[in-house]
T-cell receptor
């Protein structure tokens, strides 16, 4: 079964802690993306990666970090520098070049206590 | 900076009625995407419109693209309750990332 998996589905964090959200795909896609969605809002791009070992900041990268050591994996770390991290986080992937669409994972809902 | 707007942001309609959702974007692009999101769920790809004048239909939904007007429409025909969801349009900015509109929350009432 090809697809994108995200874990965990729900995550609770205390203030001041770093947490890492997992995103894995077995679609053999070159590009991967992280978005943040706040209640009733659209998606905002955090980071994206077009190829292994390379990534670019999106519109709201401050307080987040990523790595792309493997083609199939693109973990997102929410650091303590992110002042308001409670949100729904969506990972997506697409083929390289100019893709026909992005495929989204099921999402991780992060709540800061 | 590319901006994507949707109109309306909220739409409540009765079953059996027709309606259109509009998506405007601010810079030239020849590619536009429509997605559906159910509450608490991820996004599902509905349509990819690749050129000016492109029209695609799936069931009660039909999407079109006018690149000269920088406008896409998502037309709903004879709405049913199962179409209740949030619909997003997105524009391919530079072949590397997508910019999403704010979404249109559709409620279809019996």
């Amino acid at each position: 079964d090809g697809g994108i998996t995200q874990s965990p589905k729900y995550l609770f964090r205390k203030e001041g802690q770093n947490v890492t959200l997992s995103c894995e795909q077995n679609l053999n896609h070159d590009a991967m993306y992280w978005y943040r969605q706040d209640p009733g809002q659209g998606l905002r791009l955090i980071y994206y990666s077009q190829i292994v070992n390379d990534f670019q900041k999106g519109d709201i990268a401050e307080g987040y970090s990523v790595s792309r050591e493997k083609k199939e994996s693109f973990p997102l770390t929410v650091t303590s520098a992110q002042k308001n991290p409670t949100a729904f986080y969506l990972c997506a992937s697409s083929i390289g070049g100019r893709p026909l669409t992005q495929y989204f994972g099921p999402g991780t809902r992060l709540t800061v206590l | 900076e590319l901006k994507v707007e949707q109109n309306p942001l909220f739409l409540s309609m009765q079953e059996g009625k027709n309606y259109t959702i509009y998506c405007n974007y601010s810079t030239t692009s020849d590619r536009l995407y429509w997605y559906r999101q159910d509450p608490g769920k991820s996004l599902e790809s509905l349509f990819v419109l690749l050129s000016n004048g492109a029209v695609k239909q799936e069931g009660r939904l039909m999407a079109s693209l006018d690149t000269k007007a920088r406008l896409s429409t998502l037309h709903i025909t004879a709405a049913v309750h199962d179409l209740s969801a949030t619909y997003f349009c997105a524009v391919d900015m530079d072949g590397q990332n997508f910019v999403f509109g704010p979404g249109t929350r559709l409620s279809v009432l019996p």
